[in-house]
């Protein structure tokens, strides 16, 4: 071999290297942890938390057909629970949402219910962003230490527009969604 083109060819192959390994680093490197810019102030957790786990759920929420409370004769879907299931960015099973109680569980057994502290308006046909503060965890594992609980990025699970009458009550209705759940620790 060519004692001048040795080193052009050593050269050559340490860039490919170092290609190659920027581009598997960059494969690697976790999702930019949750912004809070984009959404109502009414449902942003206070400061003092950080993201622990963010989670798409899909699922449905079901609605019931039911006299309107303190207003006679008139009814209105009213909801009955959720029941949707929790993944991971990369699309893995990591657990449920049902209710009542709202629940959140993780595949591990952990699991958190919280108290809703808002909600706002996310769009036509979505049901709301949600600010949930969560209730200590029950048993060991990734819900351990969870403070809040977002719920954004909503399509669909808004109750029917229609439907519901004198004629139909206690009929149920589902409704399919899909939205985001970012769970907060406090730092």
Not at 23 to 40: D, E, G
Not at 151 to 159: D, H, I, K, N, S
Request: glycine share 10%.
């Amino acid at each position: 071999m060519n004692q001048t083109r040795l080193p052009s060819m050593l050269s050559l192959a340490a860039a490919v290297a170092t290609v190659v390994t920027l581009s598997a680093c960059t494969s690697m490197a976790p999702h930019a942890s949750f912004s809070q810019t984009s959404l109502p102030d009414t449902v942003k957790v206070p400061s003092g938390h950080m993201v622990a786990m963010e989670t798409h759920a899909t699922g449905e929420l079901t609605y019931e057909c039911k006299d309107k409370a303190n207003m006679p004769g008139q009814v209105e879907w009213t909801f009955v629970g959720p029941k949707a299931t929790l993944a991971d960015r990369h699309g893995k099973a990591v657990g449920t949402y049902s209710g009542p109680p709202a629940t959140w569980q993780a595949t591990d057994g952990s699991k958190v219910s919280g108290t809703q502290v808002a909600v706002a308006p996310s769009g036509p046909g979505n049901i709301p962003f949600q600010l949930v503060k969560a209730n200590p965890a029950v048993n060991p594992g990734a819900m351990m230490g969870i403070s809040y609980i977002q719920r954004v990025a909503l399509q669909g699970g808004a109750a029917p527009a229609t439907g519901c009458s004198a004629d139909t009550r206690g009929q149920r209705t589902v409704v399919p969604y899909q939205g985001d759940y970012i769970f907060y620790k406090a730092v």
